[in-house]
């Protein structure tokens, strides 16, 4: 395996969250089937990124679920334990970004 092709999947992980920053849920969750996101192994990354596309799909138990599951990995670890989308603060409106 090369060092491309082992590092590649995080940047289509990325890329997901990138659509959903910029608003296009659609296409995010169109790019997370064509990788078969929930097929992968359960890493901290994956874990959060389909955290993401629950809580854009207005599914809060699922976003906590995901997110109690990626806290479990390493609890003894500091990393961010939720997703920084609007759940940090839901009266921010979302709007789709000028391109």
Known sequence: ?????????????SHILFL???GNLAQAIQKSEEIQITE???TSFNLYVRAGLRWYSEDKEGTIE???????LAPDDNHYALYHGPI????????????
């Not at 940090?88 to 391109?99: D, E, G, L, V, Y």
């Open 66 to 72: 995901l997110l109690k599951q990626r806290y479990l």
């Open 40 to 42: 992968q192994s359960a």
């Open 1 to 13: 395996m090369t060092e491309y092709s082992r590092v590649y999947p995080l940047h289509k992980l």
């Open 20 to 22: 959903l920053s910029t």
């Open 88 to 99: 940090s603060n839901p009266t921010i409106q979302r709007r789709k970004a000028p391109i």
